[in-house]
């Protein structure tokens, strides 16, 4: 896969792949709206890639899959759903930017699933460049294993094409830095993966051509070498020699098995094609036919059209249509996959991204949790059934995409990973659903708890003519510690002997039945419980959930004629509320953890800027390459925008990762202000 920072010429470079291999004519370009890979109108229109797209060719008599990638933060989601589909991350370097906040993270995020590694090193037709001050930067930041496995011959205007590095027998006239000098610590990257062979190295014998080829292809998959290797895919010079790189020491699905804890065991996955089936969509699409393709990578065994196969998201058998292999937006049909392949089916609703096909499950795809969160409507009525099967759409194709609806406010909420991110979908919906919609910021999910222990009893009774309606229930109320085990409390605290004990995981709310003498009647239980319910979601103090309360219910009065179910709800209902007010009453708020990266001359500004919003800076370490990661906790409500004021701070170089950590105690001056701008309705049946 070609992953990397925006703008640094992936695109250009899977383009030009096929231009150079034979399988398109003419010239392609992102700028023109001509690529073959950027397909999709929004592509088109912004300029770069929004969704991961697939191509294929040969070369050198090797057959190459390879995934374009989104370079920006904001659609990252599609590169590390890409990553579970490949067998190398080629991270792609602009010669003249260097490092940036995205290769970063798309190094790090290969390496963390085991992925082997190369860094291309583009552009080395810009004049502007610093190459010796470059590759020491990359060692510096990502480790001496990356070593140049050729050097570039001139710069700019005069960048002529690369020299081979491993087989350097003196130095070249025009190249940057000395091959030869080169040599010696790529090959020791190499052989240190063989000890007898490292042994007679350092004695003075060399190894031979066909020891190092399969010995390079181990130091890869090792991660002792990372090779870099320099182009530029505009003039296309050094792209043969970077496919050539490739087939050298890129690891085939034989070389490379990949791992996956499966039954609590780490399996290495053989790609035997006469094996059981393993495979597994990677990616979803929706086409502008609305015709959805799942993307398929074949681990082991074979997929064949019409094959009735196993998947984790159905509870039967599902039936394989047709295999199409996809070049960029365009298919050809295909009977058979065997182990490396990456094949589509369409139309197969019982696959999702994640999905394993075959008895042996596979791992999903770990995705970052998306947080910008936009509440959102259609503009014309009538369309909210509409919008809603438009945005589920949206969240199939996209794991970074979430869609839910607030039960207490009914608002629509979408989340994305940036408002640029969201803003793609809105331009989405317009093209592909004729959808308009509006957007506003969303209600922050605050909830409420208390802060000690109350008790009280509230008695239902009225007489209107005929039968009456009577209950009488009494109630204790505890608070419970933030992120206690509800299911676990239930067993294990000293409510566990009691009858009857319900919990609710989602609100953390556990209540508990102590009556004894029949004061209430058993078959009244559950509506209490429906009562306590409907106050939990509905809250008390200012309308937001209620989490980590326990009730018990401990005594109470009926009446053999008057008493109903519709009565005990309402008295407990109202006993809830009522001691509740009683038990210290507060608001808690979400509190997100941030992982900002930023130049090291904006660290000051980033702790100062934290400082004013409440947040806590937990500390910061050195990335290399003059960038820190600060590590901070924020209230959710201090961060909603935080994009803008990072951008504004480090003038674009900034980047940070948010999820959520906890909920506490909101400040009390914040509280007052939420509380009043709720109008809270009391209960009519009081």
């Not at 190499?190 to 051509?209: H, K």
């Not at 039936?319 to 996809?326: A, S, Y």
């Amino acid at each position: 896969m070609l992953c990397g920072h925006g703008g640094v010429g992936k695109t250009t470079m899977a383009d030009s792949f096929l231009s150079l291999t034979g399988k398109t004519t003419g010239k392609h370009s992102v700028n023109d709206g001509t690529s073959v890979c950027d397909f999709d109108p929004e592509e088109k229109q912004h300029k770069y890639t929004i969704e991961a797209s697939v191509i294929h060719f040969e070369h050198g008599g090797l057959h190459f899959s390879v995934v374009d990638t989104p370079g920006y933060p904001d659609f990252i989601g599609q590169a590390i759903g890409a990553m579970r589909g490949v067998d190398l991350a080629c991270i792609v370097i602009n010669a003249h930017s260097g490092i940036q906040v995205n290769t970063r993270r798309m190094f790090q995020e290969a390496g963390l699933r085991g992925l082997p590694r190369m860094i291309v090193i583009n552009r080395m037709d810009d004049e502007q460049i610093d190459f010796e001050g470059l590759v020491a930067n990359i060692q510096e930041v990502f480790g001496p294993q990356c070593v140049l496995l050729n050097v570039p011959v001139g710069k700019g205007k005069s960048f002529e094409g690369v020299v081979d590095t491993l087989h350097a027998k003196e130095d070249v006239k025009g190249a940057l830095v000395s091959p030869k000098a080169i040599n010696e610590p790529l090959v020791e990257s190499i052989v240190e993966v063989d000890d007898a062979v490292m042994e007679r190295y350092f004695e003075g014998q060399l190894p031979t051509d066909e020891e190092l080829s399969h010995l390079v292809i181990q130091a890869v998959c090792k991660g002792s070498l990372v090779p870099i290797v320099c182009c530029s895919a505009a003039t296309g010079k050094g792209l043969v020699e970077v496919l050539d790189a490739i087939a050298f020491c890129g690891p085939s699905p034989e070389d490379f098995h990949h791992k996956f804890k499966i039954d609590d065991q780490e399996v290495a996955i053989a790609p035997d094609e006469n094996a059981p089936l393993m495979a597994q969509v990677f990616k979803t699409r929706i086409d502008p036919f609305v015709q959805k393709l799942s993307f398929i990578r074949v681990f082991c065994g074979k997929l064949k059209r019409d094959d009735s196969v196993h998947t984790s998201s159905a509870r039967k058998n599902v039936k394989i249509g047709p295999l199409l292999r996809m070049q960029a937006d365009q298919s050809s049909p295909c009977d058979v996959a065997g182990p490396g392949d990456i094949v589509a089916v369409a139309k197969m609703e019982d696959l999702h991204s994640g999905t394993s096909l075959g008895d042996r499950e596979i791992p999903k795809v770990n995705f970052p949790r998306p947080m910008v969160s936009l509440a959102v409507s259609p503009k014309t009525r009538g369309d909210e059934t509409k919008l809603s099967g438009s945005l589920h759409k949206v969240a199939e194709e996209d794991p970074t995409f979430h869609l839910d609806r607030d039960s207490q406010t009914q608002e629509l909420v979408m989340t994305g990973m940036s408002e640029l991110h969201l803003n793609v979908i809105r331009e989405r919906l317009h093209r592909r659903d004729k959808l308009e919609i509006e957007t506003r910021d969303p209600r922050i999910p605050f909830r409420e708890t208390i802060q000690v222990e109350a008790d009280g009893d509230y008695r239902h009774r009225k007489q209107s003519g005929g039968r009456g309606q009577f209950g009488e229930v009494h109630i204790r109320m505890f608070p419970l510690a933030r992120g206690t085990d509800i299911e676990e409390y239930a067993t294990k605290s000293r409510f566990h002997s009691m009858k009857e004990t319900h919990y609710d995981k989602k609100n953390n709310f556990l209540w508990v039945d102590s009556v004894v003498g029949g004061v209430i009647p058993g078959n009244f239980m559950p509506a209490i419980g429906k009562g306590f319910a409907e106050r939990v979601n509905a809250g008390v103090i200012a309308g937001y959930p209620i989490q980590d309360v326990c009730v018990e219910v401990h005594f109470g009065k009926h009446h053999p004629v008057d008493s109903s179910e519709a009565a005990f709800k309402t008295a407990a209902r109202m006993a809830f509320r009522n001691v509740f007010q009683k038990a210290k009453p507060t608001l808690l708020e979400p509190v997100v953890k941030l992982d900002i990266t930023v130049p090291e001359a904006n660290v000051g500004d980033v702790y100062s800027d934290m400082s004013g919003r409440g947040g806590r800076v937990n500390g910061s370490e050195a990335v290399g390459g003059n960038f820190n990661v600060i590590h901070c906790e924020v209230p959710l409500r201090e961060v909603s925008h935080y994009a803008r004021t990072l951008s504004s701070i480090s003038g674009g170089m900034g980047s940070y990762a948010m999820e959520f950590s906890h909920y506490e105690v909101m400040p009390s001056n914040v509280q007052q202000e939420v509380v009043a701008k709720k109008v809270h309705k009391e209960d009519d049946d009081e």
